[in-house]
């Protein structure tokens, strides 16, 4: 049997009091095996942002258990060292008073006892070859001179630095544009067959997730709504959410958006 | 570099620094030409301008050109440290106020809200009265000044602090294993300094009014004078009814000058500056 890399049983997280208060992950029960792709598909607001935040460990969850590996979340800085994360928008990730290598660099942080200075920067030179952009063409740039592309691409080189076993990636292609999408999926893949990493992709696209996941979960409104492998879920979808959003992708040749 | 190319296109700008440079040319070059080190008798009480002494003599028969140099320096000192004083005490409690939250936030904000409520003016003299003649020098002055004035930075810089803590870079940092004091200084305070250095100068400006104010009132500092001490001299001493200007014009214009030139810098630098995160 694999191992189970996060395993959630009743989970619940809800934010504010009174009036403000909101639950945004709702009694969700779920697990994740080593080694899988894993897909968390929903639309807007459906709190799929807050559940990958509990899976890094920055929220806690309100009631229920969540655990990682079989133990509750506790020391963050060893639950980074093996979980790290992707975002959405890569041009508001990166600190814009200094330079991307220094923040590259700064990755490091999280390890105990850091490597040498030599062979921090390898690591960085290295991860910069391994999603295509020269060590030369980012030397003494800071993030705002890079092209949102780049900056993607930045993000995922943090990841090859760090080499982690479990990667968050939450919409890392939303705000890039199609052509460069396939190429973030690419260095994904990559990843995923070079440290046989365990990935959670959160997309509000099912079309993406279907050719990358090895299961899907649709959210809606803070609940997992249906779950089960692409083929299945697409073929034969048993819940509305998921028919809604399977007929939300644009098709060449059917009707999409009803004109007036 | 290209900041400053925009700050000089704006006549806003050029008019208040070029002002402000005149008074730091009055307070730290003249001296150089015009001994200031005596402040003696050199004539008869209150006589006008003349060739000799520029702006005439005081009710002591001192020239106004020293006093008022000398007081120049001293309102300057009062107005840094003062402003020092009081940004680097409101960036700390607005920084922390914002990023931390939850009750820190409501302690801190409470706390200043409190120094908001009570006017500064009556604070000062109740302080400065209690001090007594005796201990009441420059410096104290100036602290007590900067204690009391934080308020206003620590409200911007709270509102800020708590926009930025939401952004992406700051969850990046914390997957990076940056621990809170360094998210703070690294990550959330150099996206302020802009902001943070306009607070500055307006604190500047409001530290020198302030002790203009209670110095005037008669409640400045005992062991130097300062161009609000020349203003209580005068009040004290029949120059408004008996109407020797030179007594008070020019002390009043120097005070409006460091005011209205600072004020001035500062409202173009927020033109220039234009901070995105401000919308």
């Known amino acids: 049997m694999q191992n189970k890399i996060f395993d959630a049983v009743n989970c619940v997280r809800s934010f504010g009091h009174g009036k403000k208060f909101m639950t945004a992950v709702d009694d969700i029960t779920f697990d994740i095996k080593d080694g899988e792709i894993v897909s968390l598909v929903g639309g807007s607001g459906c709190g799929k942002s807050v559940l990958a935040k509990m899976m890094l460990g920055l929220y806690k969850p309100t009631s229920g258990t969540f655990l990682y590996r079989g133990k509750p979340i506790t020391d963050h800085k060893a639950h980074w060292r093996e979980v790290q994360s992707v975002f959405q928008d890569p041009f508001s990730c990166f600190n814009q008073f200094f330079t991307i290598r220094s923040q590259l660099k700064a990755a490091f942080g999280i390890y105990k006892e850091k490597p040498s200075d030599k062979e921090m920067e390898e690591r960085v030179d290295r991860a910069l070859l391994a999603v295509n952009v020269k060590p030369s063409e980012v030397e003494g740039k800071y993030p705002f001179e890079l092209s949102g592309g780049q900056m993607q691409r930045m993000l995922l080189a943090r990841i090859f630095v760090l080499r982690p076993q479990v990667l968050i990636a939450d919409e890392p292609t939303s705000m890039v544009d199609a052509c460069v999408r396939a190429n973030i999926l690419d260095y994904l893949m990559k990843l995923k067959h070079e440290l046989s990493m365990t990935i959670v992709f959160i997309t509000h696209d099912i079309g993406l997730a279907y050719y990358v996941s090895d299961r899907l979960f649709i959210m809606h409104k803070g609940k997992i709504v249906e779950q089960g492998p692409p083929e299945e879920v697409t073929t034969s979808p048993k819940s509305e959410h998921t028919v809604q959003l399977l007929e939300d992708i644009p098709d060449v040749n059917r009707e999409w958006i009803k004109r007036a | ?279």
């Open chain 2, 1 to 279: 570099m290209k900041l400053f190319k925009n700050l000089l296109k704006s006549p806003m700008f050029v008019f208040g620094a070029s002002l402000f440079s005149l008074v730091l040319f009055a307070a730290f070059v003249v001296p150089f030409f015009y001994d200031i080190s005596q402040v003696t008798r050199v004539g008869n009480p209150y006589d006008a301008p003349s060739g000799k002494y520029l702006l005439g003599l005081d009710h002591l028969g001192r020239d106004y050109v020293v006093l008022l140099l000398r007081g120049l320096r001293s309102s300057l000192y009062v107005g840094l440290l003062a402003g020092v004083i009081a940004t680097v005490l409101g960036t700390l409690i607005g920084l922390i106020a914002g990023f931390k939250g939850g009750l820190i936030d409501d302690v801190l904000s409470a706390l200043t809200n409190l120094f908001v409520v009570i006017p500064q003016l009556v604070l000062l003299i109740l302080i400065s009265t209690s001090i007594g003649e005796s201990g009441r020098s420059l410096t104290l002055i100036a602290v007590i000044i900067g204690l009391t004035g934080w308020t206003w930075s620590a409200r911007s810089v709270r509102a800020q602090s708590s926009a930025i803590k939401s952004k992406d870079h700051i969850s990046l940092a914390r997957l990076n294993g940056d621990g809170g004091i360094r998210i703070l200084l690294v990550h959330i305070l150099p996206y302020l300094f802009s902001y943070v250095f306009m607070v500055f100068i307006i604190l500047i400006s409001a530290g020198i009014l302030s002790e203009s104010a209670i110095s005037m009132i008669g409640l400045g500092p005992v062991d130097t004078q300062s161009l609000g001490t020349i203003l209580n001299d005068a009040k004290n001493n029949g120059a408004l009814t008996d109407g020797y200007w030179y007594a008070f014009l020019p002390a009043t214009g120097i005070i409006i000058s460091i005011a209205l030139s600072l004020y001035l810098i500062n409202t173009s630098m927020d033109g220039v500056f234009n901070p995105r995160m401000r919308k």
